[in-house]
C-alpha cells in the first residue's frame, strides 16, 4: 500500500469508514447526526468521516467487553492467555507494513517512525505474553494459626482514552498489560487519529486469536463520547494518556465513582548539558527532539539547559543538526512530517511569535520558514536565549521546537531544571557518572536518562512526577497498576496445625 487513495479505500473495504462509531461483537456500529472528518494532516484531504457514538453505542462497547470478562477470558490460565497475546505480536507484525503505512498518512509521522511504532506494538504484546504468569502474591509470615497470602485480580473491565500522536503504540502500551492481567478492553481513541485502532481491532477479531469483544471500540469526541466510556458503571478502571486538563476531568469523574485511573500526561522535560559534556552527543539529543514525530511526544526534552561555557558552541551545533533537514508528508519518509491538524500548526506557530515577543530568539527555523501549500507543516524551530519563566519554557509545545537556556553553575541547573509543574522525564549529558548520578537523585522526574535521549524500551517503567501523572506504564511495574491485591487469611486452628489431632 503506497498512497493516500489506496489507504482510504482498504479502511473502506474493512468496512471502518463512513460514520462508523463502534466495533463490537465483530461489527462496525454506525451512528447517525454529527459525523467526524478524519484527514490527511499532509495535504487537510479527509480520508474518512466517521461517526460519535452515544451513550447507546457506549453502552453496547463496554457491557460487549464486561461479557467477554465474564467469559472464557475471564477463567483462562494465565499461561494459555500469554500464549495468545504471543500471537497478537505475531499478528501485528504480519500487518506491519499496512498498519505502518496507515498511521504515517493518519498522523503524518514519517514512514520509519511509523514502522517503529509498530514494532514497538508488538513488543508490548510479546513482553506482556511472558508476564501473564508471573503477576503473583506472596505469602506473609504473621502467625502460627493462619496463612496469609496475596493475589493479583483484574478489574474487569478497563477503559483506554488514547491521544493522537501515536495511537497504535499508546493503545498497545496500556491494552497488553490490561489485557495480561487478565481484564478486558474498551478503546475511545483521539477522534483525530483513529483508524490504527479500528483496523487493529478488526484484524483481532478477523483472527479469532482473542475470545470476541476481549477488545472494543467507542470512537467520538472526547467530552461526549469519551465522558461516557469513562463513567460508564461497567468499567472498573481507567487508563487515560492525554494533556493535564483531560487528566483533570477524568480523574474527578473517576473519583465520582471511586475507581482508579492511570494517568499519563504532558511533560516539558529538562536536560542538563554539563561543562566536560560530549556536545555533539547533547546537540544531536537537543535537535532529535523537535524533529521525531515533529516534536509532538509527551516525552521529548524540549528544555536543554546548558553550562554558559559551552553555550554559544551548542547553539552552533544544535542549529547544525535542525539545518537541512527534509520536510514533507509521512509516507515519503523525510526527517520531518507535518502537525496534527490546522488548529495545532497555528498554536504552535503562536507559542513561537510570543516566545519571540518574550525575548527569545531564533537559532534556526522559525514560525514562517517552510513555505507549504497545503498542509500543516513547521519547520525545526531553535529557540536561544530562553529564559525558564517564559511560556515557552512552561507549556508544552508539542511541535518541532526546542528552547535553550543558560545557566553557570550545578544548583542553578537544578532549580531551573525542577521548575516545572511536569516531571515526566530528565536528562543530563556529562562525562563524570559521579555527577550524573547525583543530578538523577536531584531531578523531579519520573524517568532521568544519561547521556542518551530519547531512551528507554517497553520493559522500562515509565511516568510522571507532579502533574505528569499518576502511575506506570511499561515494564513489569504496569502489571501493578492493571490489577488489584486482594489479601487472604486463613484461620488454621492451631491444634490441627501443629499434627495433635488426626
Ligand atoms: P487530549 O487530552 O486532548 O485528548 C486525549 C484523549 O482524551 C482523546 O481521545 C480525547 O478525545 C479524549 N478526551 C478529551 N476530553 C475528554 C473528556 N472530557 N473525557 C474523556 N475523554 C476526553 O490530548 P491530545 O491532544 O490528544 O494529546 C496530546 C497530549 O497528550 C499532550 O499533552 C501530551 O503530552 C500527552 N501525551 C502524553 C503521553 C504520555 O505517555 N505521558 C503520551 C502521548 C501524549
Known amino acids: 500500500m503506497t498512497t493516500v487513495d489506496e489507504v482510504a479505500a482498504f479502511v473502506a473495504g474493512l468496512d471502518l469508514d463512513d460514520r462508523c462509531a463502534a466495533f463490537v461483537g465483530g461489527e462496525v456500529l454506525r451512528s447517525d447526526g454529527d ?28 457491557l460487549g467487553a464486561a461479557e467477554a470478562f465474564r467469559g472464557p477470558w475471564g477463567t483462562m490460565r494465565h499461561s494459555e492467555r500469554g500464549r495468545a497475546l504471543r500471537r497478537v505480536a505475531d499478528l501485528l507484525r504480519e500487518n506491519a507494513g ?17 514502522r517503529s511504532d509498530v514494532e514497538t506494538s508488538a513488543r508490548y504484546f510479546e513482553f506482556y505474553a511472558g508476564v501473564a504468569d508471573k503477576n503473583h502474591g ?12 496475596t493475589v493479583r485480580e483484574p478489574y474487569g473491565v478497563v477503559a483506554h482514552v488514547t491521544p493522537w500522536n501515536s495511537p497504535l503504540s499508546q493503545l498497545c502500551r496500556g491494552a497488553a498489560p490490561s489485557l495480561a492481567c487478565g481484564n478486558t478492553v474498551v478503546v475511545k481513541p483521539s477522534e483525530v487519529t483513529p483508524l490504527s485502532t479500528l483496523v487493529f481491532a478488526r484484524l483481532l477479531d478477523r483472527s479469532g486469536i482473542l475470545p470476541r469483544d476481549v477488545l472494543t471500540v467507542a470512537l467520538g469526541r472526547g467530552p461526549t463520547t469519551g465522558a461516557a466510556v469513562v463513567q460508564h458503571p461497567a468499567v472498573g478502571h481507567i487508563a487515560f494518556t492525554g494533556s493535564v486538563p483531560t487528566g483533570t476531568a477524568i480523574m474527578t469523574m473517576a473519583a465520582q465513582r471511586m475507581v482508579g485511573c492511570n494517568l499519563e500526561l504532558g511533560g516539558k522535560s529538562p536536560t542538563i548539558v554539563l561543562a566536560d559534556a560530549d556536545l555533539q552527543k547533547a546537540a544531536r539529543a537537543g535537535a532529535a527532539a523537535a524533529i521525531r514525530n515533529s516534536g509532538q511526544s509527551c516525552f521529548a526534552t524540549t528544555r536543554m539547559l546548558v553550562h554558559s561555557s559551552r553555550y554559544d558552541e551548542f547553539v552552533e551545533r544544535c542549529a547544525e543538526e535542525m539545518g537541512n533537514l527534509s520536510v514533507g508528508p509521512g509516507l515519503t519518509d523525510p526527517d520531518l512530517g507535518p502537525l496534527s491538524s490546522g488548529p495545532h500548526l497555528a498554536k504552535v506557530r503562536s507559542m513561537v511569535e510570543a516566545a519571540v515577543g518574550e525575548g527569545a530568539e531564533v537559532a534556526a527555523g522559525g514560525p514562517d520558514a517552510l513555505d507549504q501549500p497545503t498542509g500543516h507543516f513547521h519547520a525545526p524551530t531553535l529557540l536561544v536565549g530562553v529564559d525558564n ?114
Open 98 to 114: 499496512m498498519l505502518a503505512d496507515l498511521e504515517s498518512i493518519d498522523t503524518g509521522k514519517p514512514l520509519s517512525q511509523a
Open 138 to 149: 506472596e505469602t506473609i509470615p504473621t502467625r502460627s494459626d493462619e496463612l496469609v497470602y
Open 389 to 502: 519563566a517564559m511560556t515557552i519554557a512552561q507549556n508544552e509545545v508539542f511541535g518541532p521546537v526546542q528552547s535553550v537556556i543558560r545557566f553557570d553553575d550545578v544548583d542553578e541547573a537544578v532549580a531551573i531544571a525542577n521548575d516545572s509543574r511536569y516531571g515526566l522525564a530528565a536528562g543530563v549529558f556529562t562525562n563524570d557518572l559521579t555527577s550524573a548520578h547525583a543530578l538523577a537523585g536531584r531531578l523531579e522526574a519520573g524517568q532521568v536518562q544519561i547521556n542518551r535521549y530519547p531512551a528507554g524500551d517497553v520493559s522500562t517503567p515509565f511516568g510522571g512526577y507532579k502533574a505528569s501523572g499518576i502511575g506506570r506504564e511499561k515494564g513489569v511495574e504496569a502489571m501493578h497498576h492493571y490489577s488489584q491485591l486482594k489479601t487472604v487469611i486463613i484461620d488454621l486452628p492451631e491444634e490441627r496445625w501443629r499434627g495433635r489431632t488426626a
Open 35 to 62: 459525523t467526524i472528518d478524519v484527514e490527511d494532516p499532509a495535504t487537510g484531504k479527509v480520508l474518512v468521516a466517521t461517526g460519535e457514538a452515544g451513550a447507546d453505542l457506549v453502552d453496547r462497547a463496554v
